[in-house]
């Protein structure tokens, strides 16, 4: 029989972990944060084949290995890219050679994508340094909240498309309002990012793809499907691919932007926008350096450790950022034939900065340290040098030629620090070019 005292205290146990419980991400409950509890597991190698064969030169690379590691993660993780080219139409929306008191040249664009005129539209964002004598190298990013978001510059069009709810953000029902202006300004750094000499490109994700699961209805894949098609099939890309094809694209205008050297373009995204970027500087080579800011599971974190995020929980989560071909290896991690060292080697021999913060044990500082330093045998063939280091960096310290590396003091985040460093990376690499 159950007495009065093993149940009352059960209830009062309930009553007090049912709130705590509901307002924590279910995503984020019970998932392994101690070093001590990892599980020890088995990465792929990178350069050995299907076949058992060993790329042992750039042509093997080149030819074989390379292709074969895409077509992986093309068809289990992030989908295929469809090959089929849609209308785009550009237009030039605004343009002012006085921004910013006069240091910059904004220009803002507009893509309309496929033929319907009130399709989706993607609204691109450039600053451009007005003391440049020849073409300036760029920094291409995108957004979360609208490009109204990246600096309180009055004339910057606010978003049309669907936002994430975030009313201190100024975003309410869903549409961002005036009062989102510049709330992100801290992770973007304008104008610091134009006095060391680079444009700032960005355009918000929600334009490619609107982040919430609808069954790929209001995003850029229906331009894509087949007759008669609804979805994009098992291994068609989802969400995360939408942006990064979204990245290309404003890649595709930049080499139509006499101001801008687009053969030194950097691509970078925090966190799941760090994930689209990481992907699109993988299919994409004409991005010639490629940053990942925080962007843990389904980034630059191997997925194989049991650390954070883990590739159930981000499908369950997110449904609709990889292909549904993927799920197959929620909780069954050690069945994935490739890990995100091998989507960092397709960047091989680009240059590549993987970024963590110390708080953000969600996107496992640690698996995106070991993921970076897995992809180095794809740098080596092309005798680049990555880390130089097989430890962790203390916070602070960041390491690396080819491949950089750091950790910083602080949560899940971009700020001047991180910044600090890809600038310095970005002067080191395109300086030469
Ligand atoms: C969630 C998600 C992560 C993602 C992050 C973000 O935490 O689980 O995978 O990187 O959101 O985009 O901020």
């Known amino acids: 029989m159950i007495s009065k005292w093993t149940f009352f205290p059960g209830l009062i146990f309930l009553a007090l972990w049912l709130p705590a419980a509901a307002t924590r991400p279910a995503a984020q409950n019970a998932v392994n944060q101690e070093e001590s509890k990892v599980k020890p597991y088995t990465l792929p190698d990178l350069l050995t084949g299907g076949n058992g064969k060993k790329a042992l030169t750039v042509q093997d690379w080149e030819k074989w290995r390379r292709p074969e590691i895409l077509r992986m993660l093309e068809s289990e993780m992030y989908g295929r890219t469809p090959k089929k080219r849609i209308e785009i139409r550009r237009q030039v929306i605004e343009e002012d050679t006085k921004a910013l008191g006069g240091k910059a040249t904004r220009k803002q664009l507009a893509l309309f994508l496929g033929e319907k005129l009130n399709g989706p539209r993607l609204d691109v964002l450039i600053y451009l340094p007005n003391q440049a004598a020849r073409p300036v190298p760029a920094f291409l990013g995108l957004n979360f909240n609208g490009n109204q978001a990246v600096h309180s510059d009055p004339a910057i069009l606010i978003s049309r498309s669907w936002q994430r709810e975030n009313r201190d953000n100024g975003i309410i029902d869903h549409r961002a309002t005036e009062s989102s202006r510049g709330v992100d300004a801290s992770r973007w750094m304008v104008e610091k990012v134009l006095a060391r000499g680079y ?10 793809d609107p982040d919430f699961d609808d069954g790929f209805q209001n995003g850029i894949q229906p331009l894509f499907y087949r007759p008669g098609q609804k979805t994009p099939a098992a291994d068609e890309w989802g969400a995360i ?3 990064a094809w979204g990245l290309s694209r404003i890649l595709d205008v930049l080499e139509k932007e006499k101001a801008i050297d687009a053969r030194r373009v950097a691509v ?29 599971c389904g980034g630059a974190a191997l997925s194989k450790r049991n650390f954070g995020e883990t ?18 290896y929620n909780d069954r991690e050690e069945a994935l034939p490739f890990d995100q060292h091998m989507l960092l080697a397709l960047i091989a021999p680009r240059p590549l900065y993987v970024a963590s913060a110390e708080e953000d044990l969600w996107a496992d500082p640690l698996g995106e340290f070991l993921g970076a330093k897995n992809a180095e045998p794809a740098y080596a063939l092309f005798s680049k040098a990555g880390l130089g280091t097989d430890r962790m960096p203390p916070v602070h310290q960041p390491v690396g030629d080819f491949i950089g590396y750091h950790i910083r003091a602080g949560k899940h985040n971009i700020t001047e620090y991180d910044w600090e460093q890809y600038l310095k990376f970005a002067d080191r690499h395109f300086q030469s070019k």
């Open 199 to 208: 444009a700032v490109v960005t355009a918000c994700y929600n334009d490619m």
């Open 241 to 243: 691919g939408a942006w």
């Open 268 to 296: 970078h995204g925090h966190s799941r926008l760090g994930k689209a970027a990481l992907w699109a500087g993988a299919q994409d080579r004409r991005f010639a350096l490629v940053i990942s800011n925080d962007s843990g």
């Open 311 to 328: 590739v159930g929980r981000i499908n369950t989560s997110f449904p609709h950022w990889f292909c549904t071909s993927f799920r197959k």
